[in-house]
């Protein structure tokens, strides 16, 4: 049987607010919640920052007692558990709604129906599924986190209308408008940590930071500054790297040994971590992205070179790329997009699934999924 169109109005509206969360609830999942009585809205909101009050919680506290016999709409399955906050599944009991309406149940599979479960209990009328999809794309790091021990892994590029990234003398300033790069900042800021390599921080000693403020992103307080994370085997990040200097925290992943390089990192600010190497000696991939998934890093951005960006491509652990082109040409001696020495053959093909096509200022922006993804 079809649910009543408002179902999917309110659910559309507790979207939209949990979306505003998108810049400041890491690690958290962004939630919103609607409450409706008689058809009226008599509270909202969203959940903001870690340790805060959920949303929930937030929008009982707005509705007050017109909570009674109402209807509260939520994005993801209310919490049952204690963690940093009381479950919010005993705060809708306590506020006597009558049913509720949930986009998706909890990823995480060790709690995941117990939320509901305690509703029905209570005897409240609980439905879920409403608007699934846009919840789950919503929270798609969250999601892989608490069911793989992954994060999202998305690359960011920028490239010529021929496919080229920079220059054969490695000159790459700008190859995208002003427009690109603010969009870029908005992809930064919604992560929790952006990733690079080596390569990249000898050539180009970046800051990897956001640089909107609050105004810019539309939220209150001060702006959150993902981890910045270094694949460095054989830590060639200079104590005085630009940002090891920028607020926020630096986190360097190499190999063993190197002790008085490791120390001098560390007085600089830098945590300096230990993962292991793959058969040809760099910093295996998946350890990496699992030891931050266990540092609750929902989603990664990664800008960096040709050489790991090809390597993430080639073992399956990329789940979107977000390509900016530019109309420009940059001729066949300019360096490539990817390092795919492993494609051989028209066999070997890594076949891309295209999300969206916009411009961006006078540049594209493409969005596309690897259909090899181990999403």
């Avoid at 009050?53 to 016999?69: D, F, I, R, Y």
């Avoid at 309406?101 to 879920?128: C, E, F, T, W, Y």
């Amino acid at each position: 049987m079809p649910l009543p169109p408002q179902y999917y109005h309110y659910m559309a509206r507790a979207l939209r607010l949990a979306n505003q969360g998108r810049y400041t609830t890491q690690p958290n999942p962004r939630v919103g919640c609607v409450i409706v009585n008689t058809e009226q809205i008599v509270g909202e909101a969203y959940h903001q920052r870690v340790g805060q009050p959920h949303a929930e919680v937030l929008a009982l506290a707005k509705a007050g007692q017109q909570s009674n016999g109402a209807t509260a709409y939520v994005t993801l399955e209310p919490c049952s558990h204690t963690g940093r906050t009381p479950p919010c599944a005993n705060a809708l009991i306590e506020a006597k709604v009558v049913r509720v309406v949930i986009a998706m149940k909890d990823p995480n599979p060790l709690v995941s129906g117990q939320g509901i479960q305690r509703l029905r209990s209570a005897g409240i009328d609980v439905i879920v599924g409403v608007l699934e999809q846009e919840a789950r794309t919503l929270n798609q790091g969250f999601i892989k986190r608490m069911q793989v021990g992954l994060p999202w892994v998305r690359i960011k590029m920028g490239m010529s209308l021929d496919g080229r990234t920079a220059m054969a003398s490695g000159e790459s300033q700008w190859i995208t408008s002003s427009d690109a790069r603010l969009d870029v900042q908005q992809y930064r800021a919604s992560a929790d940590a952006i990733l690079t390599g080596q390569g990249t921080v000898l050539a180009d000693d970046p800051s990897l930071n956001v640089r909107l403020t609050a105004n810019a992103l539309g939220i209150e307080g001060e702006v959150r500054q993902p981890v910045r994370v270094v694949l460095d085997e054989t830590l060639s990040l200079s104590p005085h790297a630009k940002m090891l200097s920028l607020v926020g925290k630096t986190w360097v992943y190499t190999a063993k040994g190197q002790a008085e390089k490791q120390h001098l990192l560390r007085q600089a600010g830098a945590n300096v971590m230990i993962s292991p190497c793959d058969d040809h000696q760099f910093l295996a991939l998946k350890p990496v992205l699992q030891d931050l998934a266990q540092r609750e890093i929902n989603e990664v951005h990664v800008e960096a070179g040709k050489t790991l960006t090809g390597a993430l491509l080639e073992v399956g652990l990329v789940d979107e790329l977000i390509i900016y082109m530019a109309p420009t040409l940059m001729g066949s001696a300019a360096r490539g997009l990817f390092d795919l020495p492993a494609l051989k053959t028209m066999q070997d093909r890594i076949h891309l699934e295209i999300k969206d096509i916009r411009a961006i200022g006078q540049d594209w922006r493409i969005i596309a999924t690897p259909s090899r993804s181990t999403s």
